[in-house]
């Protein structure tokens, strides 16, 4: 059984609904999860093939303006 991997992120609160969506749309990249409410903090559940692509997104995002990200950890 292959086990998710997990990035955990910081970002402006606000731009979580739109992270959240944004991943949504490559559902097969990551799943988002909340751990604590009202917190700035999510988490990104990854297959291991999909990690370096979650990241990518993560750069993109934050290349493009939309959000500031600061990766806090994420398993390879």
Same mark, same amino acid.
């Given at each position: ?9 910081? %970002? ?16 097969? %990249?990551?799943? %988002? ?44």
């Amino acid at each position: 059984m292959i086990k998710d991997k997990k990035i955990i992120i910081q %970002v402006e609160p606000q731009k979580i609904i739109l992270i959240t969506a944004i991943f949504e749309y490559y559902h097969e %990249v990551a799943y %988002v999860h909340s751990p604590k409410e009202k917190s700035n903090i999510i988490e990104l559940w990854c297959s291991p093939y999909f990690v370096e692509d979650a990241i990518e997104i993560l750069k993109e995002i934050e290349k493009k303006g939309i959000s500031k990200i600061k990766i806090l950890s994420a398993e390879t």
